[in-house]
């Protein structure tokens, strides 16, 4: 058994970046093709030379190789013991990696016979190494990254998921060479050698590439702000990688190597760690599936499978889309392959950039409730996408009233709808409808509730003042009404209204008996598998006039007709559409949310969502500020009514 | 002779350019733009739709509330302003010479930021049903540089002219009607029609005084009227209305102008 040896120096670095000629194998395939896998969570998987998927799946004692049909029909290749650490091709020859395990500490690396030959070892090499992480090889070395012994307790600025523990080998003519790389977190073979390595140290986290025994320099992004769990090389001038996100999952990434701006992929993607593959221009990943603690798939519907797709239809090269946002936005759209630089500004200084014909910002994101959003399609400051193909057609499927918000009177689609966030109110305990309740009714009902119930409740405060109001004025041109005026005496002496806060915050959505839960779309979306799993009963705010009545705050997109990159905002559109037509969790689609069509739940979000009608917001100074005063006894209801119509007027009318 | 004159011009033309320049990268230019908004229906769109905007400007309530409001500070708080300015400018130019000393203090409401200054008035001024705060904060803001023109002006007469004029058996009264007033007649006259173009010019002390963008109507000014309406992303009212606002006070300096000549011949 041979020993790795220890590289004592930092070898020289240099900045060359090699390239190597990327074969489409397969030019007239779709460009997003799954791999189902029938026979249970895969445990590893590589790519052959000529793009065949093969997986290792554990039965009781050892892992059957299985090559993958597109159809979910599998062939077994060859059978290895035990669970490998790490598979991959060397050349045109699979390998199968392991740790020792008892007494012994290495790794072992088997070639794998396959079409009925023996499996054989290729080599062994004793190492302090506990675990084995992964393997990645090209024509003629394998590298492996593995938890080292020798790291002992050693800390960095940055933080990654295996503490500082790796470390890379290279192994190639029968020797193992520990390479001096601070931290790594990833590593993959490049073709025609070498590796592209990823890491962090006390600067951060950086990708360099190492070959003939030099280090290039460190690349670093300020968007590359986490830990890299899986890399690989597309071509030589572009990687993908897995990076954690805020949300503890792994997001698919792009970039360029010599510029590194990381634009994902396929968004909400989940890649299970290191498994990550390129190959002919193609980039083969596993999606997470989310386990429940009986180890089976939260979602019924998740299948285990291997996800292809063609990089170069996913990832758009060295094109930066500059978003204009809304202050109020809860996430920027997914870039379809553009790396976004979203820049959120005051709706002063966004007013001026928009009147001013900036050139530098190429779309507009923002939502109903922002005052300026009705403007945009006032004005003309918008870029029509009638002819952006796609568009039309998904605009035919939204609810007829986001089709009727955005489109013009002379027929211009001035805008793309991305998602709405609306606020319901949900209940599973107890028969109250609170659908046809109106606010003063509310207010009864939620003042009158005994302890034990009151505590299976959450009243979010501002939602119900607000919703209140707004949904009040879009549909009014005075306050002064017998229905507003009794609505606002209630209010006055209410408990519930003069709250600072959220009303006796006791459940969520994670709890199991909710009496009444006031929440909106956005919880509900990171809470999915959970309310997919019981059933509640949905149903609008209270309102001071019509009971149930649904406005949906809806977020967009407008193109800047100024832009100086005109033609990839309107290619960005078009990917951005398509991509939307994808999405299970928009609420803008007549057709529903995809795999969630079986949630009773989801069905009646789905069904008040469709009978809710777009409004564009007024100004809060209108009248909230003057409300809250009211409330606090600083002003009359006679002095608010004056103030707030007062206003509305002038903002009508001036 | 001739050369040396011609050489002299050039240098002076030559001195010039630069603020030339300056004033027409951002001044005449821009003001060129905003007229030419002003004539379509939108800077995207381009349509040429002629004085359309202007009638719809002028027929808008809320502009001619707008422009009373910004009339009425002309007609009510600028008289006021120039009133009180000239009584402390012939205290400070003809009164007790320890008070000369205090000609100082009167710049200080120009020093102060306005934003200090509104936090006092709000607590000072709690009534507002009237216009009143505004046109007080108008008239303490801007005093300071009229007394200091006026002051000028006054400390610029020859005394030299009053002696004669004594000699010559002018009283008091004599004396400040045909020497004083005559000769400080160019700086009041200008320091009113800066008063008025300072008038246009309040928003900032109104805005922070109601905290917020629709005041009670008596003091919706123009300047909320173009605020309001960039907001709104509405250009051509705001161009519009600009443009408007800019005549009239062009008009105003015109006859102001106008009058000196008059009063001079």
Redesign the interface.
Known sequence: MSSCNNADTVPESTDSISTHTVVDITPNEPSYLEYPIDSGQPERFAVSPDGKVIVSTYRTSSSDLIELSADGTGRKIGECSGIPEGITYMGDDLYVLYSWSGNKEGIIIKKIGLNGEKNETYAEFELPISMGRNMSGNENELYVIAEDKNKGDITCNYPNFWNNKLSVFRIADGNCEKLPVDFPTAVCAEPGGGALIAGCDDNGYYVMKYKDDTFSEKMRSDNINSSIDSIADVDGEHFVFGMFSFTSQVSLYASDIGNITPAELIPGTNINGEKLYTRNGYCYFEPAVSLGMDGKPINKDDKYKIVRIRFSDYYKYNAPMNLLCSRMLRSTPFGCGYTINAVELSDEETALKILSQDRDYDLCCTKTTDTFAYSIKKQGSFYPLNDVPGVSEYLDKCFPSIKEAFTDENGNIWALPLYTDTDFIFSNTGDTDFSQMKLGEFLDYMEGLPEEEADLTNCDVFMLRYAALSRYVTTHDSFDTAEFRAAAERMKGSEVMNHKGTYRPQVSVQSEKVLMLMTGIDMVRSYYPKLYEREYRVSGLPCISEPDMIIPDVTFLSVNPASEHLSDALDYIERLTSHQLTELNTFIFKEGEGNYTDSGTVKQMIGLCENAQVYFSYPWELYYWDFIDYLEEKISLDGFITEADRKLKTYLNE | MMKKHLKFNTKCKLCLLPSLAGTAVFFVIPYIRVLYYSLI?????CNFVGLDNYIETLN????RLALVNSMLIIAIAVPVLIVLALVISLVLSFGIRKLKKLRTAFILPMLIPTASVVLIWRTLFTDTATPLPIYMLFIWKNIGICIILLTAAFTGIDENIYEAARLDGAGAFTLHRKITVPMIMPTLLFTVLLSIVNSFRVFKESYLFYG???P??HS?TLQY?MN????????QSLATSAVLTSLLVFLIVIAGMALQRRWDR
């Open positions: 229906d939108n800077q995207f769109r808008n309530e809320y502009f917020t963008n629709y009670p109507d919706y009227y309001n309406n960039f907001l709104k992303l509405d250009y």
